[in-house]
């Protein structure tokens, strides 16, 4: 399905072999040009996360590997299954993906799974979060074995200088480093009590998140010393900021600066620099909508990620418009030197709307992919920009985040 | 690939069952009573949390002047107060104890209202004492005094229990490395090594005191000894800890107290996760069971109403809190502690607990970012008495 969009055309592409399976968490451009896609199964019991690729040169989606039966964990084994790849699906300059699993899908046959409920369960807890490679050109995992037990992976950022993951835990919330090299697992102990959905690095390799309350925690990337930095992430001036926690980061065109949005109430948008001090931070304001709407009761009413530059230097992300009499999600355009916002498109196809959008990344033609989270089966939205030629590359791997 | 989008066109998926259910019935939480929590800081946020990795509750108790008092472990050891007051409901970081990484559950109040303690893990096994009495807080601010530092009772060796001693003016203490059950006479400033529990330094790192002033302690196997003050007699007890069969070799009991209500010595052990009674009176021992999957008692206190608070738990778990009625014999997982006051936030470890002045039960959580957990119990209806 395609229609108009502000200077170009969306178009939204279903995996529909995957029948049940709701929510696309992990996206992201390989050091090939390809588009990798975590298909995941949340809702349902008994699913396992499956990679796929989006070949933009020839248009065409493909089904890689089914990832839990790779790992040893048939979804039907009674397990909460290993259902997702949440924001940890890394591509590194060897051409593999960096990886580690999630939990949230339940046992098979079972309506719903919580973790706590079954933490002590050997026979239905989630055993933990795989850390493994994928190899594209072979179709092969590379298994490390569990990293963090009886916990999902939320967020994932790779050192590649250093050969070093960093990541988030959930539900318990600690921070963990793997060292591929000597596979050695530490865990750096329990940053908050909600999950933050990012970890971001700088160009030294220090990984950075967020406490409760959006301060910027800084982890060396030579020590694995935490630093709670005296910069935090905006919010409303009566608030004290709790759940202001990274939900997206994308790096500026020219790396100086972090973009940024909350897992919050208030969907603001900020940009962050470490590299001065404790480092700047800047409030953008709410990501979108009219000045006056207020911070909702509801956590993902507003729904603002998806943050991915565009060709154009422009930040993209998307956002419900909770205010609207219907309610719909948007691709908006932030010129982030002027501060305009425009609106691109909507996201609603007919009947069919996303209930989240869950993150974003570009082809190196200057495409950008949207994926989308809450609907089975799940799928992805393409905005193809009308300056988008298939003879003229507007990025390459430079311009690659090398975090979820 | 190819073969398998083939075989996705043919697959059948797992269906979601209807969802017919009653979620409240499966709320994981504390819901019987109320849990709340507070941040290692002054009230209203005056001063920034113990650090996260010195925060560690690992020791509380109830001082004379009703405030808890408790001792971190991590890089640096802290010792605290919180006040439950309505003039300033918060904590007060006294300070850091010097040359202290860890006091574990040694931490316990004199007649004078002074709060005496060992360090379990750091440059030195010293004593240490905290005057009190200047300790107050409200809005003209918070005041606490000093912590002296005592010489180490056992040379080269860390304190691993400490409990007090009213009626003798004593402390009693275990030694970290060899297990020296030795006595500090306040008085004196005297230490007595009263003698190795265990030749093959096979013991368990806690103390307990009856009502009739004997104490009790656990070695090899963790078989019961008692050392009567009257007699200055250290005696084995043909009488053991409870541990699932051929596990006495890795038993230890992990966390004990006395209930006054019904006389019985109550203790936890590890790693089974075993709870289990003793009457001193009648030298008799019995298994009350086990609470969770996890493996620790990490610590246990005794209500206002007798009945026994404890956490099931272990380190990188999610611990458990439960309650022993010994009037029905009742075992009751009470569930998870989560709470949103002060801080929104799930405890899933903890190492240490004492009981309020109004039976309030304080937990000491022990994560890399710690707060002090509050469960108050709920109040049973009364029936009117009609005549």
């Known amino acids: 399905m395609k229609k108009e969009a502000l ?27 390809n588009i990798y896609i975590a298909a995941c199964g949340e809702t349902t019991g008994g699913l396992s996360v499956f ?121 318990r919330n600690h921070l963990y480093v793997y060292y591929i090299e000597s596979r050695k697992y530490i865990d750096l102990g329990r940053i908050g009590d909600i999950n933050p959905q990012a970890i971001f690095l700088d160009k030294f390799g220090n990984a950075y998140t967020t406490d409760d309350y959006g301060f910027i925690l800084k982890i060396d990337a030579e020590t694995n010393e935490i630093k709670k930095l005296k910069v935090k992430c905006s919010c409303e001036n009566y608030r004290y900021g709790w759940h202001n926690v990274t939900y997206d980061v994308v790096p500026s065109p020219d790396w100086k600066w972090f973009y940024g949005t909350d897992w919050g109430y208030e969907s603001r948008l900020w940009r962050f620099t470490p590299y001065e001090g404790d480092g700047i931070m800047e409030d953008l304001g709410r990501a979108w909508g009219p000045p006056d709407f207020k911070t909702d009761r509801s956590l993902e009413r507003w729904q603002v990620r998806g943050l991915v530059f565009g060709a154009d230097k422009k930040l993209y992300f998307a956002m419900r418009s909770g205010w609207e009499e219907e309610e719909h999600t948007y691709i908006i355009r932030l010129d982030t030197k002027t501060g305009e916002r425009e609106k691109v498109c909507s996201l609603t196809f007919g009947d069919h709307k996303p209930r989240a959008i869950a993150s974003a990344t570009f082809d190196f033609y200057g495409n950008l992919y949207f994926a989308e989270a809450g609907n089975a089966p799940t799928g992805m939205y393409i905005y193809r920009p009308k300056n988008v030629r298939k003879d003229k590359k507007l990025f390459s791997w430079k311009d690659v985040k090398l975090w979820g | 690939m190819e073969n398998l989008e083939k075989e996705l066109e043919k697959r059948k998926w797992p269906e979601r069952p209807e969802l017919n259910i009653n979620f409240r019935k499966y709320n994981p939480y504390v819901t019987y009573g109320r849990v709340e929590n507070r941040s290692l800081r002054l ?55 010097e040359g202290a990484k860890s006091v574990k559950n040694t931490l316990c109040v004199d007649k004078k209202g002074q709060i005496w303690g060992g360090i379990s893990e750091g440059e030195k096994g010293n004593l240490f004492l905290y ?21 180490e009772p056992v040379p080269g060796e860390f304190i691993v229990s400490l409990i007090y001693d009213e009626d003798r003016n004593v402390l009693y203490g275990i030694s970290s490395e060899s297990g020296y059950f030795f006595i500090y006479d306040i008085e004196k400033n005297e230490v007595l090594i009263k003698g190795q529990i265990d ?70 052990v590890s790693p089974d996760g075993i709870l289990f009674a003793f009457e001193p009176e009648t030298n008799f021992l019995r298994m009350i069971g086990r609470i969770t999957p996890e493996r620790d008692i990490p610590c246990l206190t005794v209500g206002n109403d007798g009945t026994v608070y404890g956490i099931s738990g272990e380190k990188d778990g999610m611990a458990h809190l439960f309650s022993y009625d010994p009037e029905t014999y009742s075992l009751n997982d009470l569930g998870l502690l989560y709470t949103t006051i002060e801080i929104p936030w799930h405890g899933y470890e903890f190492s240490s607990a004492c009981t309020g002045h109004f039976g309030e039960i304080y937990l000491g959580e022990s994560d890399r970012i710690s707060h002090l957990f509050i469960y108050f119990p709920p109040i049973p209806r009364k029936k009117k008495i009609t005549t």
């Open chain 1, 7 to 33: 200077e170009g055309e969306i178009e939204y592409f279903c995996f529909d072999k995957l029948p049940k399976h709701d929510s696309t968490w992990g996206l992201c451009t390989g050091v090939d040009g």
């Open chain 1, 51 to 171: 990679i796929l690729r989006y070949l933009p040169d020839i248009e065409k989606l493909e089904y890689l590997i089914e990832v839990g039966p790779e790992l040893g964990e048939p979804p039907d084994n009674g397990h909460a299954t290993q259902s997702k790849i949440h924001y940890c699906l890394i591509p590194g300059s060897d051409g593999l993906l960096y990886c580690s699993t999630h939990a949230s899908g339940p046992p098979v046959n079972h309506p719903f799974w919580r973790p706590q409920n079954t933490w002590d369960d050997e026979n239905v807890r989630f055993p933990g979060a795989f850390i493994f490679t994928y190899d594209p050109k072979k179709n092969k995992i590379n298994n490390f074995g569990i990293g963090p037990k009886r916990e999902g992976s939320r967020c994932l950022a790779y050192d590649e200088k250093r050969k070093k993951l960093y990541g988030i835990t959930w539900p």
């Open chain 2, 43 to 97: 009230f209203q946020s005056l001063s920034e949390p113990i650090p996260p990795e010195e925060c560690a509750i690992t020791s509380l108790c109830k001082g004379k002047n009703r405030k808890i008092y408790g001792a971190t472990s991590g890089k640096k050891s802290h010792l605290f107060y919180y006040s439950f007051s309505p003039e300033g409901d918060g904590v007060c970081d006294i300070g850091i104890i």
């Open chain 2, 131 to 151: 005057d009190t009495s200047k300790d107050h807080m409200g809005e003209g601010g918070t005041f606490s005094g000093e912590i002296k530092i005592f010489s």
């Open chain 2, 199 to 268: 030749k093959n330094k096979l013991f368990s790192s806690v103390l307990v005191r009856d009502n009739k002033g004997n104490i009790y302690f656990f070695g090899q196997s963790c078989q019961m000894f008692k050392y009567s003050p009257e007699e200055d007699k250290i005696i084995p007890l043909d009488i053991y800890a409870p541990t699932l069969a051929g596990r006495a070799f890795y038993n230890r009991v992990q966390s004990i107290c006395f209930n006054e209500y019904d006389g019985f010595i109550y203790g936890g």
